[in-house]
């Protein structure tokens, strides 16, 4: 059974700080990492995906990743209001037929306040 | 370009009844996929499709879930008869392998409870 582990928070920080998320999977054969935000009662939004060790960067977001750590973050700089939600750590399957699902973690509750 | 859309978005029925729930995925997406949230848990795999056949059911539950997508576009996912430990969030999912890998754009859901 794969795991996906996150800090459960709630997560709190002030307007313009940077905020961080973290993840840990169970499975060392993992390719492929995603990060979404959930806003209450909305769909899961996919803002960032992950391949490669190391860091990438989208607009404010950046996604790390460190395989041999089995190791996943997300930072989010100059944090808004906005950014308040729930960011759900997202693993892809590897192998066979599980090739293509992904496995969730619980979810951290980010609350970004002005 | 449309989303993935599902409905209804929320339905109440008693045990013992049926319940169909449908997804309309990305259009052009082959891959197609079911997900359930339970109160409390993480977001669980379910089903996948790849166009009309069923690649990994794996997830699914129990004999009472029945998934189909006939012609490769929507699909429908019917619970019969629906127990108490069925009440969730049903997400769809949908994917087209190729230049963004496995990234899946999830629909708004559909919230079942059953009383």
């Known amino acids: 059974q794969k795991e996906v582990e996150q800090n459960s928070g709630p997560l709190s920080v002030p307007e313009g700080a940077i905020a961080s998320l973290n993840c840990t999977y169970s499975d060392r054969g993992s390719q492929s990492f995603f990060w979404y935000r959930q806003y209450s009662g909305k769909s899961p939004e996919l803002i960032m995906s992950?391949?490669?060790?190391g860091d990438k960067e989208d607009g404010r977001f950046t996604a790390q990743l460190n395989k041999a750590s089995q190791y996943v973050s997300l930072l989010i700089r100059d944090s808004q209001p906005s950014d308040s939600a729930t960011y759900l750590c997202?693993?892809?399957?590897?192998?066979?037929?599980?090739?293509?699902?992904?496995?969730f973690g619980r979810g951290t509750q980010l609350t970004v306040w002005p | 370009e449309a989303g993935v859309t599902q409905f209804p978005s929320h339905s109440v029925i008693e045990k013992g009844q049926t319940v169909t729930l449908r997804c309309d995925p990305i259009?052009?997406?082959?891959?197609l996929y079911w997900y359930r949230r339970v109160m409390g848990k993480e977001i669980k795999f379910l089903l996948h499709?790849?166009?009309?056949?069923?690649?990994?059911e794996s997830g699914m539950p129990n004999n009472r879930f029945l998934a189909e997508r006939t012609g490769g576009t929507y699909s429908t996912l019917k619970v019969q008869p629906a127990e108490l430990e069925d009440s969730g969030v049903y997400f769809c999912a949908s994917s087209q392998p190729g230049a963004g890998g496995y990234e899946q754009y999830f629909g708004p859901g559909t919230r079942l409870t059953v009383t």
């Open positions: 997202a693993v892809i399957g590897v192998g066979g037929s599980t090739l293509g699902r992904l496995y």
């Open positions: 992950i391949y490669s060790n």
């Open positions: 499709f790849v166009k009309e056949s069923k690649q990994d």
């Open positions: 259009s052009g997406h082959d891959n």
